[in-house]
């Protein structure tokens, strides 16, 4: 049973940068499939970036180039690092695991509990 624990989010301006982390419970997301997903006032949640257990990352187009998802070296804790932020990147966002990547945000997948950024212009 993995657990996910969030953190690093807050208020920034625009242009400015933020590190979100997800730790999980054991050293575990070496072997699994990691996601990012937001939710923005309004809106419905959507995938920002995914990090397989091997292989490579993705990215949604609105936040390529910008954005870099990555792990530790002992695998228990995911980080999204969000440069050049811009206030449409408000929302809450989640981290979220499964044992392989087209299981991510399904039922077969876990949770964190949300962590909310706001970028303010």
């Known amino acids: 049973q993995v657990q996910l624990v969030e953190s690093g989010g807050g208020l920034v301006q625009a242009g400015g940068s933020l590190r979100l982390s997800c730790a999980a419970s054991?050293?575990?997301?070496?072997?699994?499939?990691m996601g990012w997903f937001r939710q923005g006032p309004g809106k419905q949640r959507e995938l920002v970036a995914t990090?397989?257990?091997?292989?490579?990352?993705n990215y949604a187009d609105s936040v390529k180039g910008r954005f870099t998802v990555s792990r530790d070296k002992a695998g228990n804790t995911v980080y999204l690092q969000m440069n050049s932020l811009k206030p449409e990147d408000t929302a809450v966002y989640y981290c979220?695991?499964?044992?392989?990547?087209?299981?991510?945000?399904?039922?077969?997948?876990?949770w964190g509990q949300g962590t909310q950024v706001t970028v303010s212009s």
């Open positions: 054991g050293s575990i997301f070496s072997t699994r499939a």
């Open positions: 979220n695991t499964a044992l392989f990547p087209f299981q991510l945000g399904g039922a077969s997948s876990t």
């Open positions: 990090l397989p257990s091997s292989g490579n990352t």
